[in-house]
């Protein structure tokens, strides 16, 4: 006898048809349709698959699917095309956030939250000044791209852990998430379409090499090459100083053409030199392949410093590529609909804290 009903979109194929065989006496056959009905549509309907009634009743009492509330949804017009944000609630009633990017000519990336809120604290981030409500589980996440693109309508190519929370904190969830959303039974995304973000969780990385997935992209949140700049921005640097965010990447190799991505938030007055610039390219050479993404900052609702001026941007990116590296500026996308890297949490949700915790 089991209680609660299993959320279907956290399963893969194969698990559906394991739990199916284990939770119904009859009509486990169908599993297979009724994963393709969930995962091609972001609809469970086992009745439009001409089922006994005894069965859909076993198989709406043993799974259900669970979608997200679209709370409400914001755009922003810009070059490269729209950039758009959901705010969607939970069962329980927590909002948590995805965010659709125009990356130009008419690609679209879908950035989704891994949590609701986040406990890194990264000072220029509003998610981080909200704190860890909770995580989300791998059925909401993946949740998060049925409702993008079924409810909502989006159409994206490729997905980035990106949005609220840090994923290697949730990693138990993560790693469930990257295989539903790779199933070829299902959303089938390739791994080279996906990108994991993280601030630097090492135990987290080593767990992604571990994983397999030889095609999967990695990016870090960087953001300061010294450690006294990077543990004052970034919390988690206490406890994983750079040294060793640099050891793990150096053994993070999952194919020969691997390029690490490094995000560079650039904060005016605060991580924006010639010298920083050095540094980051001292942490990065002996990584191997990277491509530096400068993001310029957003200022949010309690800003810790200004936006960068053109000037400035192009100035620190031409010290970036002096050094050898290779660099790409990151259009900051749907500022005014605090869509941007940085600003998804609002003050509503912050009040909604519940747990603050550090690693
Ligand atoms: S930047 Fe990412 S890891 Fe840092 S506080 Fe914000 S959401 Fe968390």
């Not at 009903?5 to 297979?32: F, K, M, S």
């Not at 859909?56 to 799974?63: D, I």
């Not at 986040?118 to 860890?132: A, H, S």
């Not at 980051?280 to 400068?294: L, Q, S, T």
Request: proline fraction near 4%.
């Amino acid at each position: 006898m089991h209680d609660a009903p299993l959320d279907l979109c956290g399963l893969t194929a194969a698990q559906l048809a394991d739990a199916a065989r284990e939770r119904l006496p009859v009509g486990h056959g169908v599993a297979r349709k009724i994963y393709k009905q969930v995962m091609h549509s972001g609809s469970f309907e086992p009745e439009a698959l001409g089922l006994r009634q005894t069965s859909v009743e076993a198989w709406r009492a043993a799974f259900r699917l669970q979608l997200p509330r679209v709370v409400r949804t914001l755009s922003e017009a810009a070059e490269t095309g729209m950039t758009a944000k959901a705010v969607l609630a939970t069962h329980d009633g927590l909002e948590y956030e995805c965010v659709l990017l125009p990356m130009g000519r008419g690609r679209q990336t879908l950035c989704v939250s891994s949590q609701v809120g986040c406990k890194m604290g990264c000072q220029f981030c509003e998610t981080g000044r909200m704190g860890l409500l909770r995580s989300l589980s791998a059925a909401e996440i993946v949740a998060e791209l049925l409702v993008a693109r079924y409810v909502l309508g989006w159409e994206f190519r490729n997905v980035v852990f990106m949005g609220m929370g840090e994923a290697l904190d949730n990693a138990d969830a993560l790693v469930q998430v990257l295989h539903v959303i790779t199933d070829p039974v299902g959303l089938g995304m390739s791994q080279e379409r996906i990108t994991v973000c993280t601030v630097g969780r090492i135990d987290g990385i080593e767990r992604l090499r571990t994983l397999g997935m030889k095609r999967l992209n990695l990016s870090i949140s960087l953001n300061a090459a010294n450690d006294t700049l990077r543990s004052e921005l970034m919390p988690v640097n206490r406890k994983l100083p750079l040294a060793q965010l640099q050891a793990a990447l150096m053994r993070y190799r999952p194919r020969a053409n691997f390029v690490l991505g490094v995000n560079y938030c650039l904060l005016p007055g605060k991580n924006d030199t010639q010298q920083h610039a050095r540094e980051v390219a001292e942490f990065c050479r002996p990584i191997g392949r990277v491509m530096v993404n400068v993001i310029p900052y957003n200022p949010g609702s309690l800003p810790i410093t200004r936006a960068a001026t053109e000037d400035e941007i192009e100035t620190f990116i031409g010290w970036l590529r002096d050094e050898g590296l290779p660099v790409r500026r990151r259009i900051t996308k749907g500022q005014s609909v605090m869509a941007a890297c940085g600003q998804l949490g609002n003050v509503e949700l912050r009040r909604k804290r519940s747990l603050t915790q550090s690693i």
